[in-house]
């Protein structure tokens, strides 16, 4: 396992506790790469048992929890087990792709499918741990979406059921912000960028690696009076 340092860089605390989900590959492997570095205790939520072992060499402190976000007993299971930590970072990361890229070529169980993992499951996991958020004292819920969530610049060539269910996680992360407002909490939905990932591809322009650095500083640095945004990694606005 690697060492992590020795002050994190957010400034919650000496030892700040964080849940990322989709840790095995991508955004998310790097996501738990950099908190770990930074002193923070990681929660990682990975599909297979497989993929345990690989997610706890990401840092000292990280431990990996097989869960499928997609069913609501594995979700409950794993509030379960968390029950009384206190978390002051949920980051919703782990999202699927979707095959539906032009009309015609629409179906019910596509949109579920995605849905179930873009939208529904970091709506379901959000309140499933809002106790140990409460308990945490950042208070932060990140919804990594996209800017192809964004209707104002919808565009053609990409899947139906991904666009959307991202135009929704937005919505998700909007209500979160108000209704949760008065407790301090901040809540954003961030887009990662175009990445070089299994989703992205190699065309992609950024590196996970770097473009991680940069949105969990954005995070870190935004606090409740940004709370509700829609935004790239380094904190500009993205429109609705």
Same mark, same amino acid.
């Given at each position: 396992?690697?060492?992590?340092?020795?002050?994190?860089?957010?400034?919650?605390?000496?030892?700040?506790?964080?849940?990322?989900?989709? #840790?095995?590959?991508?955004?998310?492997?790097?996501?738990?790469?950099?908190?770990?570095?930074?002193?923070?205790?990681?929660?990682?939520?990975?599909?297979?048992?497989?993929?345990?072992?690989?997610?706890?060499?990401?840092?000292?402190?990280?431990?990996?929890?097989?869960?499928?976000?997609?069913?609501? #007993?594995?979700?409950?299971?794993?509030?379960?087990?968390?029950?009384?930590?206190?978390?002051?970072?949920?980051? !919703?990361?782990?999202?699927? !792709?979707?095959?539906?890229?032009?009309?015609?070529?629409?179906?019910? %169980?596509?949109?579920?499918?995605?849905?179930?993992?873009?939208? *529904?499951?970091?709506?379901?996991?959000?309140?499933?741990?809002?106790? !140990?958020?409460?308990?945490?004292?950042?208070?932060?819920?990140?919804?990594?979406?996209?800017?192809?969530?964004?209707?104002?610049?919808?565009?053609?060539? *990409?899947?139906?059921?991904?666009?959307?269910?991202?135009? #929704?996680?937005?919505?998700?992360?909007?209500?979160?912000?108000?209704?949760?407002?008065?407790?301090?909490?901040?809540?954003?939905?961030?887009?990662?960028?175009? !990445?070089?990932?299994?989703?992205? %591809?190699?065309?992609?322009?950024?590196?996970?690696?770097?473009?991680?650095?940069?949105?969990?500083?954005?995070?870190?640095?935004?606090?409740?009076?940004?709370? %509700?945004?829609?935004?790239?990694?380094?904190?500009?606005?993205?429109?609705?």
């Amino acid at each position: 396992m690697s060492t992590a340092s020795a002050s994190p860089t957010s400034p919650t605390s000496s030892s700040p506790v964080a849940l990322v989900t989709g #840790a095995s590959r991508g955004i998310g492997l790097w996501l738990v790469t950099h908190l770990a570095a930074q002193g923070y205790k990681v929660f990682a939520t990975v599909r297979k048992q497989a993929d345990v072992a690989a997610a706890e060499k990401l840092g000292q402190n990280v431990t990996a929890l097989v869960v499928e976000l997609a069913d609501a #007993a594995s979700v409950e299971t794993l509030a379960s087990k968390l029950k009384g930590q206190p978390i002051d970072l949920l980051i !919703n990361n782990a999202g699927v !792709n979707g095959n539906d890229r032009s009309a015609g070529n629409l179906s019910w %169980g596509e949109f579920q499918r995605v849905f179930t993992t873009n939208t *529904f499951a970091p709506a379901m996991l959000a309140q499933a741990l809002l106790p !140990n958020l409460r308990l945490g004292k950042a208070r932060k819920i990140v919804n990594v979406t996209s800017e192809l969530g964004s209707i104002t610049n919808a565009t053609t060539g *990409f899947s139906y059921a991904y666009n959307s269910s991202k135009s #929704a996680l937005n919505m998700i992360t909007a209500r979160l912000a108000k209704d949760l407002a008065s407790e301090g909490f901040t809540v954003l939905s961030i887009c990662p960028g175009w !990445n070089k990932t299994d989703m992205g %591809g190699d065309q992609a322009p950024l590196d996970p690696k770097e473009s991680t650095k940069t949105l969990l500083a954005t995070t870190h640095r935004l606090g409740p009076a940004d709370s %509700g945004k829609y935004i790239r990694i380094d904190g500009t606005p993205i429109p609705y």
